[in-house]
T-cell receptor, first 116, second 115 residues
Framework: GDSVTQMEGPVTLSEEAFLTINCTYTATGYPSLFWYVQYPGEGLQLLLKATKADDKGSNKGFEATYRKETTSFHLEKGSVQVSDSAVYFCALSDQYSGGGADGLTFGKGTHLIIQP | DAGVIQSPRHEVTEMGQEVTLRCKPISGHDYLFWYRQTMMRGLELLIYFNNNVPIDDSGMPEDRFSAKMPNASFSTLKIQPSEPRDSAVYFC?????????????FGPGTRLTVT
């Protein structure tokens, strides 16, 4: 079955540091890949997505590139802020046999803490 | 535009009681998903619907759990009887078909505590 592996953390960085959160996946089909962010006490918010190999998703200074050859979708940001402190989830969506959407398969989540 | 709406936001109940969680998806979205989040198991898909029809309920833990979607704008997840191990945050998400990427939009969640 499908699976997503990501570093669990917590990851603690100083403000303005460079961020990388690694994510690798296994999938039976050709999945779409996502990063979601969860702030304390809130639901998950879609941060960025990529649907095919070499696509780069980007949003709010965050980027991730769909690497089919290494089955990876690492999240990066050049300069983090205290407000980026949250839990980040890597996820994939594969098509079900009927050709439509399937449930998301999530990684365990990475708790990011940014210190001033 | 309103996002996915869930109610209640918090629910505290005693073991053995029936619990009903409610979800209103984003208008026009024809996929609806129910997830459960716990510290031990992370985010798990419980069940999902397409055009109000259940497609995959293999994630439903046991017969105590049931879900319905009587129309395009409303779904319920019911636990009867509830047990302390059901304590978790339950999320509802919806997704439009035709997007090509199948991104899902999540509600704020219902935090369930069973004592």
């Amino acid at each position: 079955g499908d699976s997503v592996t990501q570093m669990e953390g917590p990851v603690t960085l100083s403000e303005e540091a460079f961020l990388t959160i690694n994510c690798t996946y296994t999938a039976t089909g050709y999945p779409s890949l996502f990063w979601y962010v969860q702030y304390p006490g809130e639901g998950l918010q879609l941060l960025l997505k990529a649907t095919k190999a070499d696509d780069k998703g980007s949003n709010k200074g965050f980027e991730a590139t769909y690497r089919k050859e290494t089955t990876s979708f690492h999240l990066e940001k050049g300069s983090v802020q205290v407000s980026d402190s949250a839990v980040y989830f890597c996820a994939l969506s594969d098509q079900y046999s009927g050709g439509g959407a399937d449930g998301l398969t999530f990684g365990k989540g990475t708790h990011l803490i940014i210190q001033p | 535009d309103a996002g996915v709406i869930q109610s209640p936001r918090h629910e505290v109940t005693e073991m053995g009681q029936e619990v009903t969680l409610r979800c209103k998806p984003i208008s026009g979205h024809d996929y609806l998903f129910w997830y459960r989040q716990t510290m031990m198991r992370g985010l798990e898909l419980l069940i999902y619907f397409n055009n109000n029809v259940p497609i995959d309920d293999s994630g439903m833990p046991e017969d105590r759990f049931s879900a319905k979607m009587p129309n395009a704008s409303f779904s319920t997840l019911k636990i009867q009887p509830s047990e302390p191990r059901d304590s978790a945050v339950y999320f509802c998400a919806s997704s439009p078909s035709g997007s090509g990427s199948y991104e899902q939009y999540f509600g704020p969640g219902t935090r369930l505590t069973v004592t």
